[in-house]
């Protein structure tokens, strides 16, 4: 490490402290042996490219270095009264009369000496180096020719001849020094704090804003800068009621008391800030304001409610994952390609296993939420406590089980996101009230809690149920039902885009099996060919069950044991009874509400909980007139 303590010196001292200082001492010092009008010069420079911490010197030095650079610390080498009488012991053995040369002012009274050592003594003192020149010239005309003074005295007085005893001590020197060396380890200390301060308030995230008692700025830092908008330069050292509008900070110094999680608006900028009053040591200081603009407040929120409590809560699938070309699927893609660039609520219906939540993926991946967390709940599989405490999250200790710290609900998870609902028509109707407030007030509340949480989430609903028939049973609620059913999207059953099912078929077995198509091509292309005659009321769901079936049989040694008709024919056993009785009932499903609402298909189709093209597809393949 490099020595941060300055001696100032002439040639006496310099010689002094070599010949009396030990090495290690010496490694912490600087000697800097310059003649007096070169030394303001050589310690301004030091000071200034910080390659000192304190400075040390005697009389003239002394005095010059105070005047010249008053912030820094120095360390005077100490004129002691045994040392005054050692130097004058020493003057009387060449002469009765004896010069004392200071810098500006006199260092002693010496009446009282001069009585015990029965000797004259002059006490002269000098303002520059040409003066103390003279004086000496003066005093060896005169006849005095002992002269005791500092380094620079001893020198001029060698020029001419003259006697001269060097008034600093070993010890005097050793004690400055070693005052020097203790008082720049602690300034070290204290930069090295400062240092982490300083760190502290560049990379905090919030800015930090400080005034002292008389309203004046003290502190600002980087993010300050960044979020006001103003150059630290045009703010330190000035009023801050002057120089930045509406930060309270001059209240603070009136009234003394805090001011926590205040919003407000500074330089067209709305910000969350705290603003305290600093006391150190039970006085009163100024004020500190800490605050962060409201933008970032919210991308941390967000980024934390998705990499702490997001487990994968993410859309997977987009609209690439559909297969099919039939007409019936690339309008309803078609549509759903619509309803993503929208931000309205949207209910999916369609028979089970037709690709509800596949939609749903799609929807979210395709809208301007893409980045953002999507939520899936079935409201069916967890029980009404459970399914509310999941949905709205609870605080902790708000029922017995609560985890310690409370939890955060799926509809503050999906927070600028969407959380897709399945299975809706199952949500209690106790839970369909306080899910209705969510959509008309767009915020939650956690249960066993009093504070209103806003969240800003898009809802996905799914239902393969007739919802408006859930509606005039009194089992869901009607304005409820029209919340959710702002935009709707009618999946087509499998039965109806029958050429899409070698193409599906295709997909999952290359997903379930690799290289089990390639291996049996042939075989599996005809099996798909005899799949799409039949109805598959299950339908993608039924057809891959069927298909995981075929594939045990098609990889069996004996290869050559089933045709691919015969493969079909073994797995699946068409109830045609069952398959009868469910075309039956739909059709006279179709038939009720077509009589009941005198042919209008518009109607029929809201009725029956489908879209007018479904209606009008059923309508044909049935052969309804």
Known sequence: MKPRIAVMSYDRLTKSIYSNIDGEMLKKIYVINSKFKDTVNIAKKLWKEDKVDVFVGGSSNLE????????????DIKISGFSI????????????????????????????????????????????????????????????????????????????????????????????IGQAVQLQESIGKQKYRNSQLNAILDYAYCGIMATDENNIIQVYNPMAEKIMRINRKNVIGKPVNKTIENTRLDKIIITKKEEINQIQKVNNQTILTNRVPLMIGGQFKGAVASFQDIKSIQNSERKVRREIYTRGLVAKYTFNDIKGKSRAIKDCITLAEKYARSDFTVLIT???????????????????????????????????????????GYEEGAFTGAKKGGKIGLFELAHNGTIFLDEI??????????????????????????????????????????????????????????????????????????????????????????????KYQNKWEEIFRLLTSYDFWGNVRELKNILKRISIFIGSENKNCFDAEELVNKVYKKNETQISQNKRLEIERILKALSEFNGNREKTAKRLGMSRTTLWRKIKNYGIS
């Open 64 to 75: 010059i270095l105070k005047h010249n650079i008053p912030d820094a610390p120095i360390v």
């Open 85 to 176: 009488m050692e130097d004058l012991v020493t003057a009387k053995k060449n002469s009765n009369n004896v010069a004392i040369l200071t810098y500006k002012n006199p260092i002693i009274d010496f009446n009282s000496y001069k009585n015990i050592f029965n000797i004259n003594i002059i006490s002269k003192c000098f303002n520059n180096y040409n003066q103390l020149k003279n004086i000496i010239h003066v005093l060896k005309k005169s006849g005095i020719n002992n002269v005791i003074g500092s380094s620079m005295v001893c020198d001029a007085c060698d020029e001419i001849g003259m006697n001269s005893i060097f008034i600093y001590s070993k010890d005097s020197i050793i004690s400055s």
């Open 350 to 392: 369609g028979e089970s296993g037709t690709g509800k939540e596949l939609f749903a993926n799609s929807i979210h991946n395709e809208s301007k939420r893409k980045n953002e967390a999507f939520v899936a709940v079935n409201c069916a599989a967890l029980p009404e406590n459970l399914l509310e405490s999941e949905l709205f």
């Open 425 to 518: 028509a199952e949500m209690p109707k106790s839970l369909q009230s306080r899910f209705l407030r969510v959509l008309q007030e767009k915020e939650v509340m956690r249960i066993g809690s009093d504070k209103i949480i806003p969240i800003n989430v898009r809802i996905i609903s799914a239902t393969n149920k007739n919802l408006w028939e859930e509606v005039l049973n009194k089992r869901f609620r009607e304005d409820l039902y029209y919340r959710l059913n702002v935009l709707e999207l009618d999946i087509p059953p499998l039965r109806d885009r029958r050429q899409d099912i070698p193409e599906i078929s295709r997909e999952l077995i290359s997903y379930e099996f690799s290289g089990l198509y390639e």
